[in-house]
């Protein structure tokens, strides 16, 4: 079946030029990498698309910008190697063992990187939040008793990335995986929204997982955006909204398991039975089968579907999901979803629906989408705001 989902993932779109790379690093016969690399050049819209392109051109100068891919091959303790991506000079990470073994080599390996990102942090969160460090840790402390609830594994992976860098603490990677939650300034909501008593969620076990995956993220990270040996694909867009909850799992964290399922309806459900998300956000999930936008928020989710042409277009504001109160945020962003949109109809037009497998592919999208500078600085293709000062900027973009 052809999937056409869009979204603004320069990340993944890159793993197309590995596609016969990357069938050697899964070493996997099963893998629909036709409908992979279909579901991959067609994400162009769901991710950030005011920031996708800029994101992806600074990611190529950035020295503490990896890509990590981590094989869950459990029980092998040394299956791990430094392979360097030479034509972008960004070193690809393979992982495998346990949680923690898998956590303390990604340390290891990345140990410099990794306080690089604590200190950009650690500015990022004084500027937009008002927060020193020591409050961060404060909310850092709430996210892990809900991780170890919820999710114990991938608090195991952490403690291994904490001891691996050798001289930061758990709390401090709890942090970092939590950065969204935290950088959006709900702070102020913790008190009131975690409440004693709330309704016990079941945990994840990560002993049998079906799906070896390959995520684009920052070091320290456990999980954000990529793909799966299922043909599983995951992009976000980062939305603003109250309440905040503590007491459920970070964006990330989610959008990791979602990398471990094997279809979008076993993601949907790992998610529900897990409560939904401590922040509202917008996962673009794809499958070999299709796509659907999880409108996700701590008071319940909305999934939307494909449109008439097989297409999910969303950006920085939620359509659907009324849960929540969601004030005015990025002023671009109904803007580029309706540019998006118009983009997206007049390039079907001109291949045609049936072609657009054969057709479309990251040359295309790059030259009639992602070039795209309408309502520039706040554009598909966005560039630098002159109202805003530069370090902020750049840390937004690593948000």
Known sequence: ???????????????????????????????????????????????????????YERSLNASITFAIATSARYGD????????????????????????????????????????????????????????????LEVAAQFRVAIRNLAPDLLDEMQGIADG??????????????????????????????????KPRDGIDHKDRKAHYMDGHRPGIVGKIGFNSASVGVCLNAIRARPMLPSLLPIHLLLRLALECTSIDTAIS??????????SQHILIADANGSRGLE??????????????GIVVHTNHFLQNKLVDEPPWLTGSPIRLE??????????KDVGRDSLGEVVDAGL????LFCDTVNSPQAICCTPDPMRQASIGHYSILS
């Open 1 to 55: 079946m052809l999937v056409t989902t869009v979204s603004t993932s320069f990340v993944v779109q890159l793993a197309l030029i590995y596609v016969p790379f990357l069938q050697n690093i899964f070493q996997t016969e099963a893998l629909n990498w036709a409908d992979l690399s279909t579901l991959l050049m067609l994400a162009a819209v769901s991710l950030g698309l005011h920031e996708g392109r800029r994101r």
């Open 77 to 136: 303790s040394s299956d791990f190697s430094v392979l360097p991506m030479a034509l972008f000079n960004v070193p690809r990470i393979q992982l495998g063992g346990s949680s923690y073994e898998i956590g303390l080599k990604h340390g290891q390996l990345l140990a410099p990187q990794i306080r690089d990102q604590l200190e950009i942090y650690r500015a990022l969160f004084r500027e937009i939040c008002k927060f020193e460090w020591p409050q961060v």
């Open 165 to 198: 860098v050798g001289d930061i603490d758990l709390l401090d990677i709890v942090a970092l995986n939590s950065r969204s939650e935290i950088a959006l300034d709900l702070g102020t909501e913790l008190g009131l929204e975690n409440i004693d008593g709330e």
């Open 270 to 279: 790992t998610i529900e039975r897990l409560g939904g998300t401590a922040s």
């Open 296 to 309: 996700l928020s701590p008071r319940g989710g909305i999934y939307l579907t494909e449109d008439a042409d």
């Open 339 to 348: 540019r998006a949109h118009q983009l997206c109809a007049e390039i079907i």
């Open 365 to 368: 999208l790059r030259s009639r």
